[in-house]
Structure formats: C-alpha cells, structure tokens
C-alpha cells in the first residue's frame, strides 16, 4: 500500500483546486522541482477525499484551503494519519506563520519556485515518517484563519488569458460586470471573473471601495476627478487609465464633499 516506490524513488500525490489552470501551474512547477513525483489525480474539491485515497493510495496531497464544497481544511480533517498534506494558500505573513508553527507544509499563490523547493525537500525528508494527526492542528488554523471583522478581501483571483492571476485588490481601479462575468480592471490590464458585484461589495473594504452604478464599484484612491457629465450625471477620470465611469443618480450623494 506504499505510495512511495523503492526500486524509483517514485512518489504519488494528489492535488485539490478548483482553478484548473490553478492546478496546471502547480502541476508544471512541482514537474520541475520534483521529477519523481507523480499527480496521480486531480479535484475540483475534497468531495469524495476517502474513494480517492483508498482508490489511488497517494502519500500526498495538495489542498487549496478556499475550495467549494468541501474545502482543504475540511479534507485534512479526513486525512488525518492518513496520508501527508501540503496546504496551497494566498494568506499573509500572519497566515504563514500559524503553518509554521503546526508544522504542516505550504505552497503560497501565485507560485514561487523557490519557496516550493523548499516544501519539496521538507516533504522528502517526512515521506518516511508515519503522516501528522492533524485534527488538533486544522482546529487551531481554522480558528486562526477564518476572518475576522475588521479584514476584508484582498486578493482576486482572475483569468488573464490562458493563465490565472491573483491580483492584489489595491491595485484594481474598479470592478465592472454583465450579465455573467464581472471586469477586474488594472492599470496595466483587465481579466475577468465570475463573481457578482453584490458579492464584491460583501468582501470588499468599504472605505477603499464605492458602488458608482449597480454594476459598477470603483476605488477611491484611483479616482482623479469627478465632473458633470451628460444628463447631469456624474463622471469619474481615473488616474492612468482612460476609461471613463459613470455615476448613476443613486450614488451621486457620494461626491457631493469632494
């Protein structure tokens, strides 16, 4: 039942991510840092964790920690003693620090070959090592990473192309959507996600972040001028991007001081 060949040196893993081009980045770079290992399997969650550990029988497993459905921390729960887990995360310092001090491995988006060769050798060392009861352990990072009031988004992640990027949200100057998908847009460029406005608002800093429209937010700090525009409405000039947004009746009562 080892996951681990002795005649190879192989290694088999499993990798957990909604974002498949997500799991095609960290599939390509764990290629390059550790030829012996194997994705044996991929999921969009840990939905069904238990079929694919008792099917495939891998000695690790990537867990992005903000998954639908059952999400990294849920799955470590049921892997506990049972195979070893490398947490996949976008957290701060703050965050890091909590891994660090529970002894569980960690890859930080977006991926930096340098701090995963350093996972890689910390897991080749504990490959021979029975895996960590990890209940205690995700209690203690659940508690410790779940937000808190005063914290709000910070990162978005985002289809640029044929890749996926995590934006920091300082630097979107306003998210705009349609129907089905919402523009995050950047000083140096725009990519497209496929969260609703009214969910943006929930997550966003409200102070940072303005509803101008019912389908448009925009960040304050990036605003060069208001003037009045067609109709008596409002318009916004952006600094270092053309693009002019209008303010719709609703949220005029906004720039009255400024």
Known sequence: MSAVSADRGRVSAVIADDEPLLRAQLRARLARAWPELEIVHEMENGRDIDKVLEARKPAL????????????????????????VVFVTAFDQYAVEAFERGAIDYVLKPFNEERLAITVARLKERLDSKPAMLEEIVEGLAARLAPRGSEHLRWIKASVGSNVRLIPVEEVLFFQSDEKYTRVVTVEAEA?????????????????????????????DHIA????????????????HGETLVVSRAFTHLFKQM
């Open 61 to 84: 497993f990537f867990l992005d920690i903000h998954m639908p459905g059952v999400n990294g921390l849920e799955a470590a729960r049921l892997l506990a003693g049972r195979a070893h």
């Open 225 to 240: 001028s208001v003037r009045r525009g067609l109709k008596d409405q409002a318009e916004i000039a952006l600094r270092d």
């Open 192 to 220: 497209l996600i496929r969260k609703p406005i009214r969910e943006l608002l929930d997550e966003l800093d409200p102070e940072r972040f303005w509803q101008i429209h019912r389908a448009t937010i925009v960040n304050v």
